[in-house]
């Protein structure tokens, strides 16, 4: 918690310092955290955050430095500690930013925010029939790890992944693969997850590739099984007449009601060995 430095005494060149040190357990831990760990707000007696004085203040560490104009109104300073510990992120750039982006967002949160993360088109593969885009395909591995970081450092609504979760231009069994190793990592986000299909997921591209058109793409059962079903944990409300993922869910406790179609809904279907609708979405 914040407690004042020097304070301001008249005559004299109106600054202080406040200092936040931090206890775990009885123990003083405040030299064991980066100065990106600490936040510090200032908020007026109406509740609105001081943007500019906040964005000089980040990065600064547990001290800043306080002015007689910081208090020119009535005004209030306080320091919050994001203490998170990394579970999926190599790069310390990458921490470093996703913090910064974490204290943007808690700048701005009221009692009604939402905070979602979404993440689309990640097109995942390790081994595609056109390999011309393989190595930007497997760093995206990467960025869906620094997804589902964030929403273990900063509390979210929800998550959603918008679709092309993989490449799907290989055969059914790897792109199942690929899928599955997908959605285990997404499964490690801190709050509830919703994933809608994308044209690249049911491998449709790969059937048009290697030449094997009905034996090759992944069933609207087994896409619910992989994309749908882990969602099924947070509540979400189907018509159980027809489980093809569609769905709504309630944020809890905010006015919010999110709906996940599903765009790519048509019958797989061949004519002389060609998918009626493979080229459906572009």
Known sequence: MPNNGTGFIDGESKTTSLTA??????????????????FWYKVDKNGNHDLAWEGKAYGVGNIV???????EEVAMITCSVNIHKNQWVQAIYFINGLKALAYRVEQQRTADTLVVPVITDTHYAVDVINKED????????DHIKNFVEFTNMVQCDFALHLGD???????????TIDLQKVMALIGQVDCPYFISLGNHDDNRYGNRASGNVMNQFIEPDEMYKMITSPSK??????????RNMYYYYDVPDKNFRIFVLNSFDHPYTATNGAMNYIDYGG
């Open 65 to 71: 430095s306080v002015s007689d104009i910081d208090f």
């Open 134 to 141: 393989i190595r930007g395909n497997l760093k995206v591995f």
């Open 165 to 175: 979760v993989v490449e799907g231009r290989s055969t059914k069994k790897q792109n």
């Open 21 to 38: 040190t931090v206890f775990k357990e009885n123990e003083d831990i405040t030299n064991s955290l980066s100065k990106l760990d600490f």
């Open 233 to 242: 944990a947070f509540g979400i409300i189907e018509n159980p007449s027809n």
